[in-house]
């Protein structure tokens, strides 16, 4: 469960995205889950889910789609590696491999999916900010 230091640049980067990805997907408030995106995602974002290229447009509307018709819970989560920016400001990139399931509103059907992901991490006016994910996702 993210915690609110979760999103600070002093936390992991491992942390720190766990956080976001709590914030934006797995927890039940539609609004959280809008403002940390719109604060937490750059503008410029590149996102590469599988073999399909979004902007930050693109992907927030998946996104809603995907918690309007679910529920989705992170079950596990392991940072493979991270590299940290030698600025020390709290950029830099680090590879997850994550467990989640997610449960149809509608009829209730439960699935479990996996995603590896790739994510790299700014620091712009004092905050970190995604600005790059590559995501590889089954399920």
Not at 36 to 48: G, K, L
Not at 79 to 88: K, L, M, R
């Amino acid at each position: 469960m993210a915690s609110a230091d979760s999103l600070s640049n002093s936390s992991s980067l491992a942390d720190w995205f766990d956080g976001l990805s709590h914030n934006i997907f797995f927890q039940p408030d539609d609004a959280l889950a809008s403002k940390t995106f719109e604060e937490r995602v750059a503008d410029d974002a590149v996102i590469r889910i599988n073999h399909d290229q979004l902007g930050k447009a693109k992907y927030w509307e998946i996104i809603k789609a995907a918690r309007a018709a679910s529920h989705m819970a992170a079950q596990s989560s392991k940072e493979i590696h991270t590299w940290n920016a030698p600025d020390g400001l709290g950029g830099g990139c680090v590879a997850q491999l994550g467990y989640f399931t997610t449960t149809k509103k509608e009829g209730g059907t439960e699935a479990v999916g996996s995603s590896l992901t790739l994510t790299n991490v700014h620091v712009r006016d004092g905050k970190r900010v995604l600005v790059e994910l590559t995501e590889v996702m089954n399920g």
